[in-house]
Structures are given as structure tokens and as C-alpha cells.
T-cell receptor
């Protein structure tokens, strides 16, 4: 099976712009979670989608949003970018939703905001 | 909110020495997962612990879940250069109506000196 893919792998944006990141889960996986990874804060949970519905949400401002399509592919959007949004954005997929089960991470999108 | 503390932040060991990282939660966890991230890579699932007092082994790695389901540890015996990376614990608090997303510890960076 192909692994989790994320596009683009690298992105440079300026403050105030918006950005959309894409994640294609492993075939058959219906849950996609998004994480932000920074050296200072570590890995922080953004949100989880399952069957096109947001199931859980982390403690991030409303500028961070996401959606999931019927084929389980997911996108996350960050509007009005700030310098502090520079991070590695990781998505992870798994077969079911809920607290249990192995997550498979993608390679991430490295976002730099200047 | 739920917090997962992980110590130490960095651990330098000589190749062949043992290594242990500890994880503590402020709340009771439904389960705890461990991930490894190699430099420049993405987190890779190692194991999930669910039961109080559970102990699991994978070759040189031993994982434990505390009796109160609030702490966990990962012990590596006789480290090898391939063990280099950051080890994360991630816990989830089952909230009844649906599971919360995983809360990651900040990780322990394992550095091995040959």
C-alpha cells in the first residue's frame, strides 16, 4: 500500500496570506488528523476528520480550518498567516476513529512564513 | 487541558548503554502510544498500551503503562546507532462522547556516541 502523501512538501508564504495543504491518506483509511510540529511546542494536535466530519479539535485559533472529502483526502487551510505559523505540518491517517489505533504519518509540509 | 510531560528532553549515551524515557499525564489516559522520529523524518508508530500495568516488549525495547494509567516508560537495552532519534509518547483521554485527539509529549532526543 502507498503511504500517506502530503503536498506540497515545502512552502514559503508571507504574513497575511493564506495557505492550503493537502493530505492523501492510506487507501481504506477514513480518519485523517493534522498536527503542527515546532521546536518549541513540539507536536500539537490540530483536528481530526472522519467520514467528512470533524471529530476532534485542538486548541488552535479559528484561522486554522480543515475539511475532508468523500474519498478521505483532507485539506487544511490557514488564513492570515503569522510568523509563528512557520512549522512542519503533519497529517496522519488511520482506519477508524477514536482514541485507539496506529496512526501513519505523512512526510509533512514545511511551511515558512516571512 | 490535558498535558503529557516527557523527560528527559535530551539523553546522551554511549553505544551499548541503556536508555529510558518517561512520560507523565495530568489525567488518566485511555491508552498511550509511542512513536519514533528520525532526524528529518516523520513520526513512526512503535506501540500502543491500553491496560493498567501493561508491559510490552519489542526486541531491545520495553514499554510499560502505569497502574493508574497516568504514566509510561520506554526502555532501550544496549543502544545501537540505529536507535538515534526522538521518542514521543502520546496519550488520549477518552471523553465518553468521542475520543480526544492525541496529546504528544515534547519528546526525548536520544543521541548516541559511538
Amino acid at each position: 500500500k502507498a503511504g500517506v502523501t502530503q503536498t506540497p512538501r515545502y512552502l514559503i508564504k508571507t504574513r497575511g496570506q493564506q495557505v492550503t495543504l493537502s493530505c492523501s491518506p492510506i487507501s481504506g483509511h477514513r480518519s485523517v488528523s493534522w498536527y503542527q510540529q515546532t521546536p518549541g511546542q513540539g507536536l500539537q494536535f490540530l483536528f481530526e476528520y472522519f467520514s467528512e466530519t470533524q471529530r476532534n479539535k485542538g486548541n488552535f485559533p479559528g484561522r486554522f480550518s480543515g475539511r475532508q472529502f468523500s474519498n478521505s483526502r483532507s485539506e487544511m487551510n490557514v488564513s492570515t498567516l503569522e510568523l509563528g505559523d512557520s512549522a512542519l505540518y503533519l497529517c496522519a491517517s488511520k482506519a477508524g476513529t477514536g482514541a485507539f489505533g496506529e496512526q501513519y504519518f505523512g512526510p509533512g509540509t514545511r511551511l515558512t512564513v516571512t | 487541558g490535558q498535558q503529557v510531560m516527557q523527560i528527559p528532553q535530551y539523553q546522551h549515551v554511549q553505544e551499548g548503554e541503556d536508555f529510558t524515557t518517561y512520560c507523565n499525564s495530568s489525567t488518566t489516559l485511555s491508552n498511550i502510544q509511542w512513536y519514533k522520529q528520525r532526524p528529518g523524518g516523520h513520526p513512526v508508530f512503535l506501540i500502543q498500551l491500553v491496560k493498567s500495568g501493561e508491559v510490552k516488549k519489542q526486541k531491545r525495547l520495553t514499554f510499560q503503562f502505569g497502574e493508574a494509567k497516568k504514566n509510561s516508560s520506554l526502555h532501550i537495552t544496549a543502544t545501537q546507532t540505529t536507535d538515534v532519534g526522538t521518542y514521543f509518547c502520546a496519550g488520549s483521554m477518552y471523553s465518553g462522547g468521542g475520543a480526544d485527539g492525541l496529546t504528544f509529549g515534547k519528546g526525548t532526543h536520544l543521541i548516541i556516541q559511538p
